[in-house]
């Protein structure tokens, strides 16, 4: 029993007040195992009332000064997941490195393969149905929307800034004429020098979007495989997972980056792009019993609650739901 793995996420969302019954459940029977899983949960939520202070829950960033010492610390630590509280009790010990303007996210340092001349890698993975924003070491922001991994090397920022994403992203880059940004999706790489522009890089869509808002990008094939296309201000390039093929349209005001306002904008899309959007914003897995549904959806979601968007579905369209834990399931009635 002392070899069971440590529940590191389900003990940050007990100490955030976000843990579901079976996520209690399974912690209580962690902490009845063994006298040394009592005293490391004792120890983690001591370090949590520590980092939140009459209830603050973010760290303002110093920067590049103080990058270095915090990630001498992290260095010392095992290669595990990581707490969010534990996160921001490190940091805020340091002055600060990040930004959390989200409940729910957590990082993750993997050490690289020996004989590698290189530091940690540091990963920010956001679950599903939360929102996190970043500071990296140069002063980028990042909001990272629902299900989004945000990575990048113990390197960055000395001689080049580049980081992998999948999900998606809003970057407001730091301008350095020295250093590009790149922005690592796997299909393509977004490279630029200072703008802003969102990344939607999910790995079950069947493509690859890039909305510029200021600046320049260049979209290219990964491993130095040629240019795509290069965008302008307000402009929108979509690419396909499956050919490559690149299309450029003018973004529409209101409906893209519309997550950036917690809002989801759908316009003419299919029953599978409105539930793929509700899983992403309520942490839930849709599955749909009907095998053809002809509806197409236009819909605008702000702070309604998943079972009032149902309810609203099912004024529009002739459905039944029902909704099991994180499980739903729709039938579309003739």
């Known amino acids: 029993m002392k070899n069971k793995p440590v529940p590191y996420s389900t003990i940050a969302a007990f100490l955030h007040g976000e843990a579901t019954s079976a996520q209690i459940s399974r912690l209580e029977e962690w902490l009845g195992a063994d006298e040394s899983h009592r005293e490391l949960f004792a120890g983690l939520k001591k370090e949590w009332e520590a980092a939140h202070p009459r209830g603050v829950d973010c760290v303002v960033p110093d920067k590049e000064l103080v990058w270095t010492a915090v990630r001498a610390r992290i260095r010392r630590l095992p290669g595990r997941l990581y707490p969010r509280s534990f996160v921001v009790k490190i940091a805020g010990a340091a002055a600060g490195i990040a930004l959390m303007a989200g409940a729910g996210a957590y990082y993750l340092w993997d050490r690289m393969s020996p004989g590698v001349n290189t530091d940690n890698r540091t990963v920010l993975a956001v679950p599903a149905g939360s929102q996190t924003e970043v500071i990296l070491p140069d002063g980028t922001s990042v909001r990272l929307n629902s299900g989004s991994v945000l ?25 350095d004429m020295g250093k590009e940004f790149v922005v690592s999706t796997g299909l393509v790489d977004v490279r630029v020098l200072g703008t802003q522009f969102n990344v939607s890089a999910y790995a079950d869509d069947d493509f690859v979007s890039v909305a510029l808002v200021e600046g320049s990008v260049e979209l290219n094939r990964p491993d130095g495989g040629g240019q795509l296309a290069e965008l302008l201000s307000g402009e929108v390039a979509t690419v396909s997972r499956s050919d490559l093929a690149c299309s450029i349209t003018l973004a529409v005001p209101g409906v893209d980056n519309a997550w950036l306002d917690n809002r989801v904008v759908l316009r003419d899309a299919s029953h599978e792009e409105l539930f793929k959007q509700l899983e992403r914003r309520y942490g839930v897995r849709v599955r749909v019993e009907t095998d053809r549904v002809p509806y197409r959806y236009w819909i605008t979601i702000r702070n309604e609650s998943l079972n009032e968007v149902l309810q609203l579905i099912d004024k529009t369209t002739p459905i039944e739901y029902e909704i099991d834990g994180k499980e739903v399931v729709i039938r579309y009635m003739e």
Not at 153 to 175: I, P, Q, S, W
Request: glycine letters at 12%.
């Open 151 to 175: 990575a990048y090397e113990g390197d960055f920022n000395r001689k080049r800034r580049h980081v992998t994403l999948e999900g998606e992203a809003f970057f407001c880059v730091t301008g």
